[in-house]
């Protein structure tokens, strides 16, 4: 739907987006995307439905302090009755820090959840709608159950609908079928293909996607899914390792890996695009691209979703400065430190405007098919 015809139709609620501390920047930017389309929208004020449609800002004044315990609680300082509330949470944010009995604590993932839900609380059923758009997953890798163990991302799903929740949007999630937990809810994952191809042709000019010169590379078994999707979009071809573990051990919380074995065409020659959805240390992008290079490949460009670089860009470093990459990609859907935006390698791939597009389209009440399948956006840029 275009935004022209979406100005045609009445907004589900008056626009309300909160951003956590989280997530400030990311808010904002998604913010003035918003701003800019309605103060330049053909619709009339004096129409009660679209009264408040035209804003300065349509972010709500929202914070949590903590008390010098390390407990917290949610403040809403104005009022969301009747509104159509969208919450931004980024919770791999790991800058942020608190202090707890004089000691500084710096924000986990369990701390950015409960956040989410101290505000959600503090909206206290007055909104009209609310909306999550939580771009990691929270505790997302803890999936599934293979032995006595917590299943935390069901659990959280459940938690967040029973508090009133109607929708929650995803990016590129760890394995969608977590959806299964709250099965009459709407939940979206989001892949961000489109805007990986894009920021490839804007930003590696040199680069021929086609099957002679490229091919997707997906670093184990669990991202078989999004290297087809990005290799038949493409036209390119699509290989694949998969992971040898230790089964016997247990180190950081995994099975180690004990070798990376390749399935796929000859990569000789060609530029290789390791896509995958988190970044968490490293080691198994080195590893597969150092596979990829001692079979000739020629450019290696890493791209992933979210770049959490747990134990620093030490490495990355050295791979490119030896040539074993070429350039990395990810998204500022989680927090990106400064030293990474400097790094002359790295690709942001910005997806504030992604996320404009879906929030003003479902506050619509609109279809947001056409984000979540951009096989014909994809066409149409690959074509020009």
């Not at 032995?147 to 959280?156: V, W």
């Amino acid at each position: 739907m275009s935004q022209k015809d979406l100005e045609q139709t009445i907004p589900y609620g008056d626009l309300g987006i909160i951003p956590l501390e989280s997530s400030k920047l990311l808010g904002s930017k998604v913010d003035e995307y918003i701003v800019g389309w309605r103060t330049k929208a053909a619709v009339d004020s004096s129409n009660h439905y679209f009264t408040n449609y035209k804003k300065d800002s349509y972010i709500i004044d929202a914070v949590c302090p903590r008390f010098g315990s390390g407990e917290a609680k949610g403040i809403l300082n104005e009022s969301v009755r009747g509104k159509d509330i969208y919450l931004l949470v980024d919770v791999c944010n790991h800058s942020l820090s608190y202090t707890v009995c004089g000691q500084i604590n710096h924000m986990s993932p369990d701390d950015h959840f409960q956040d989410l839900k101290r505000i959600i609380a503090a909206i206290s059923g007055k909104a009209r709608r609310i909306t999550v758009i939580m771009p990691f997953l929270y505790e997302s890798r803890q999936h599934k159950r293979s032995s006595r163990e917590s299943l935390d991302c069901a659990i959280a799903l459940q938690e967040l609908t029973h508090m009133g929740v109607e929708n929650i949007i995803t990016f590129d999630a760890h394995d969608p079928r977590v959806q299964n937990a709250i099965p009459l809810v709407s939940f979206e994952t989001v892949q961000p293909t489109y805007q990986f191809i894009k920021a490839l042709l804007q930003y590696v000019p040199d680069i021929k996607m086609d099957a002679e010169n490229m091919m997707i590379i997906s670093p184990d078994e669990g991202a078989m899914g999004r290297a087809i999707y990005f290799g038949n979009v493409a036209g390119v071809d699509v290989g694949t390792f998969y992971k040898r573990r230790d089964y016997t051990k247990i180190v950081e919380g995994r099975n180690p890996i004990i070798a990376h074995e390749f399935l796929g065409a000859d990569v000789d020659g060609k530029d290789v695009v390791i896509i995958d959805d988190m970044i968490s240390s490293g080691e198994s992008m080195i590893d597969v691209a150092t596979e990829l290079k001692r079979r000739n490949a020629k450019h290696i460009i890493v791209a992933s979703t979210f770049g959490l670089f747990t134990n620093g860009l030490e490495k990355f470093d050295e791979a490119y400065k030896s040539g074993l990459i070429y350039r990395l990609m990810t998204t500022n859907l989680v927090y990106q430190p400064e030293e990474l935006l400097q790094r002359e390698y790295y690709i942001n791939v910005d997806m504030s405007k992604y996320i404009a597009l879906l929030i003003d389209t479902l506050n619509h009440d609109a279809s947001i098919s056409e984000y979540l399948n951009p096989t014909e956006r994809i066409e149409r840029i690959l074509n020009l």
